[in-house]
């Protein structure tokens, strides 16, 4: 059995979407200072690194971290690499050859993994409103991208978002897909279990089948 560890590490190399969302991690107490244990204190927003958003994000009243079921986190997904020969964000037509079910859990691997470990790219591939629309039509379960935003960079109202939320499909953002074979695997990107939360940081890997 392979895993592959499609999870960002945590730390300042980030890329973060707004400068009010800082990680910070301090040692509170250390073994070598003579405290009786290491303990340390960690800040940051819910949407760090590899995170998953729920409906609440977008939605009033939407579904939150402790309630939407784990189902849209846990279980069969596939993985696509799309070799797009066009620049822009993902369309409607580069979905439609794609085998894309009802209940599906699909990763979209764009090639911007390696931007998980540098500065914010604002300009990076995000997906496109119609895009977004077919995968509501198509029913699926959770759609996974390996940057930080399933909308471009502060898209006016957001329309991706509220599209994918309101249509009760769940999101995985900065997944780190490079070096993991197109295919079908058994997903696991659980998200804390924060009362009322909109959204949270998950530790995501892919098992092979």
């Not at 009033?60 to 846990?74: K, R, S, V």
Request: overall charge negative.
């Amino acid at each position: 059995m392979k895993i592959y560890d499609i999870t960002a590490e945590i730390s300042s190399a980030l890329p973060f979407y707004s400068e009010n969302d800082p990680f910070d991690f301090k040692w509170v107490l250390r073994l070598e200072n003579g405290d009786n244990c290491n303990l340390s204190r960690v800040t940051m927003s819910a949407h760090t690194g590899t995170h998953a958003d729920t409906p609440l994000h977008f939605i009033e009243n939407g579904a939150t971290c402790d309630e939407i079921p784990l189902e849209h986190f846990y279980g069969n997904a596939k993985l696509f690499r799309l070799n797009r020969k066009s620049p822009g964000n993902i369309s409607r037509e580069d979905l439609l050859p794609l085998d894309i079910q009802a209940g599906d859990i699909i990763l979209l691997d764009t090639g911007q993994s390696c931007n998980m470990s540098k500065p914010l790219k604002k300009d990076y591939t995000a997906l496109s409103p119609c895009a977004a629309d077919f995968l509501a039509e198509r029913k699926i379960r959770t759609v996974g991208l390996d940057y930080i935003s399933a909308d471009t960079y502060n898209a006016e109202g957001f329309p991706v978002h509220k599209i994918l939320l309101g249509n009760g499909i769940a999101i995985l953002e900065g997944l780190v897909l490079e070096n993991v074979p197109e295919g079908d695997y058994v997903i696991s990107a659980l998200p804390l279990k924060f009362k009322g939360g909109e959204g949270s940081p998950v530790r995501a890997v892919l098992v092979e089948k």
